[in-house]
């Protein structure tokens, strides 16, 4: 029998796009990968507002098998995630608001996401941030460059058309399949590469 896969801390917060932190939350379910659930307060929001999604037991409804999920509070800077004793496979903030992002580049650790996040980058695991603004500003990207620097992927919400989706969960899948191959997780999500497509 291998070893059971390490968890991996998924976080939730208030960027547009909570459809992608969905299906993410659902592909790992379906992977089998343990995972840690954390939203932010304006993350439930825009579950609220954008999905009618307005509890847990409605997420978890549309996210499959939770056997393998463990939520904590965003305000429990204390909590598993906080921890760097904790093995974990690495953190994903999917969708990542800009204002989660800059705090984690300064390293203010004001919630668990931040602090949890500020754990991954001390113990050099992996950090994925799935942003979504537009336009950037200067002070966007240069907290993107500092987060590049201190060793995080910044893999934001900009799904390629190469593949003429039809739907919107094609585009979905595509940003979604990237941070699972980020992960090292096996998926069928998105398009695979073919000799003269782009990234
Ligand atoms: C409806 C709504 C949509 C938002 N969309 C975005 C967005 O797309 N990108 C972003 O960076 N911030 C967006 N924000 C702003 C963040 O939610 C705000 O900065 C918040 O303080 C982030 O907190 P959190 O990172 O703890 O969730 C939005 C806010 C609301 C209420």
Avoid at 83 to 107: E, K, Y
Avoid at 113 to 130: F, G, N, P, Q, T
Wanted: proline share 6%; net charge neutral.
């Amino acid at each position: 029998m291998g070893d059971a896969p390490l968890p991996v801390t998924a976080a939730i917060t208030g960027a547009s796009g909570a459809l992608y932190g969905v299906r993410l939350l659902r592909a790992l379910n379906d992977a089998g990968v343990p995972v840690r659930l954390v939203i932010s307060g304006t993350g439930w929001r825009l579950l609220r507002e954008e999905l009618d999604i307005t509890s847990e037991a409605e997420l978890r409804d549309r996210t499959g098998d939770w056997q393998l999920v463990t939520v904590y509070r965003d305000d429990d800077r204390g909590a598993t995630p906080a921890s760097g004793s904790s093995p974990s496979r690495g953190m994903v903030i999917c969708p990542c608001s800009m204002g989660t992002l800059a705090s984690i580049a300064q390293g203010t650790t004001r919630s668990l996401v931040e602090r949890a996040a500020d754990v991954v980058l001390k113990e050099r695991r992996r950090l994925i941030l799935v942003p979504r603004e537009t336009p950037y500003s200067a002070i966007h990207l240069e907290n993107m460059l500092r987060l590049t620097r201190a060793g995080a992927l910044v893999l934001p919400a900009s799904p390629g058309f190469y593949h003429r989706p039809q739907r919107i969960e094609e585009l979905i899948d595509f940003v979604v399949g990237r941070v699972l191959s980020q992960l090292g997780i096996q998926h069928s999500l998105g398009p695979h590469w073919q000799s003269g497509e782009a990234d």
